[in-house]
């Protein structure tokens, strides 16, 4: 709240001195990670637009970048910042009830998975945060994971066999990779360059969104377009945040999150539509065409863990789920 007062009090200067009006602005910050001309910076930055327009800017969001998602999840749930906008990658640490969407191949492409985010089934996994100190405000998304590498092209699920494989901190994502026979290394996304650059790892996966954004072609050679998984992506605030605002502002809020919702996905569609050529052009080599029943055949043990240990009832909804005709 330090700020807070500071621009209340720079405000009451600034009307002593120049006759301005002595605005109270609430400030309220946000973090996610990537650049801000990305899909993550995307939401955030949409949210500010029409956050600050529709209160007449008696608030102020502050966007900012860190990259480690589960950093930033820690501070909203201290509350040294607001709200994050993370991929799902951590979030299950938190909010075990989100990993049923971090589960491979679950679905069948982009309409299926935010059909299925925006119907009750996602609306009821965001009514899990409140359990753990969290607010889950909206589904955003980082889009269909793929595989890179810089040792060798990846067409088959043995090609995996003994690859360094970063991947998020995040259980389902692991436990598949070492299925699939590779050395999973879990870590934070602001740790995985310098990995790859000192070999660390050989390979990682990510939406083509992440791996453009981030320049990623600079230290990867090989890319599969495996589209192993779906990426989910939630912001998440603080309970208090969204609690302490007026009706009328809260319903601001939500037609925030929702302009946010739509501009990130608006991007991954655009970069996925680009990001083939993009990389390419920027000398990887892209394989397009994938035997994606191979990999799904090599994860049936993993797929029957699953059943166990996560709620294969929701699983089952998930599967079932179709587009309203
Ligand atoms: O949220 O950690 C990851 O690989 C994420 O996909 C990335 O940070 C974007």
């Not at 602005?25 to 956050?51: C, D, M, R, V, Y």
């Not at 990259?67 to 979030?91: A, W, Y």
């Not at 539509?273 to 029943?293: D, F, K, P, Q, Y």
Request: charged share 20%; proline share 5%.
């Amino acid at each position: 709240m330090s700020l807070f007062r500071r621009s209340a009090l720079m405000a009451g200067l600034a009307a002593l001195v120049g006759g301005a009006p002595a605005i109270a602005q609430t400030q309220i910050t946000i973090q996610h990670a990537l650049p801000p001309n990305s899909h993550t910076g995307a939401g955030p930055i949409a949210f500010k637009e029409t956050f600050e327009r529709l209160t007449n800017n008696r608030y102020r969001i502050v966007v900012q970048r860190n990259d480690n998602e589960r950093e930033m999840i820690e501070s909203v749930q201290i509350g040294t910042i607001d709200c994050t906008f993370t991929s799902t990658g951590p979030v299950g640490n938190f909010v075990p009830e989100v990993r049923i969407f971090d589960v491979p191949f679950l679905f069948r492409d982009t309409a299926h998975a935010r059909g299925v985010l925006d119907s009750e089934i996602g609306q009821q996994v965001l009514a899990r945060f409140n359990a753990r100190g969290l607010q889950g405000v909206i589904w955003t998304e980082n889009g269909f994971r793929h595989l890179t590498n810089s040792r060798r092209d990846v067409n088959t699920p043995a090609d995996m066999r003994g690859l360094k494989v970063r991947t998020m901190e995040n259980q389902v994502h692991m436990r598949a990779f070492s299925v699939l026979g590779a050395l999973p290394t879990p870590m934070a996304f602001s740790e995985l360059v310098p990995a790859l650059q000192q070999g660390t790892v050989d390979g990682q996966e990510n939406p083509i969104s992440v791996i453009v954004a981030n320049n990623l072609n600079q230290v990867q050679r090989y890319m599969t377009l495996t589209n192993h998984v779906y990426s989910p992506a939630v912001m998440i605030c603080n309970p208090s945040v969204v609690r302490r605002l007026p009706a009328a502002d809260q319903a601001h809020f939500m037609a925030a999150a929702r302009d946010a919702q739509t501009a990130n996905r608006a991007r991954v569609s655009a970069d996925d539509a680009s990001g083939v050529a993009e990389l390419r052009r920027r000398g990887m080599t892209v394989i397009t065409e994938v035997n994606t029943a191979a990999f799904q055949d090599a994860l049936a043990p993993a797929f029957a863990e699953w059943e166990r240990t996560l709620d294969a009832a929701t699983l089952r909804r998930i599967r079932d789920w179709r587009p309203a005709q």
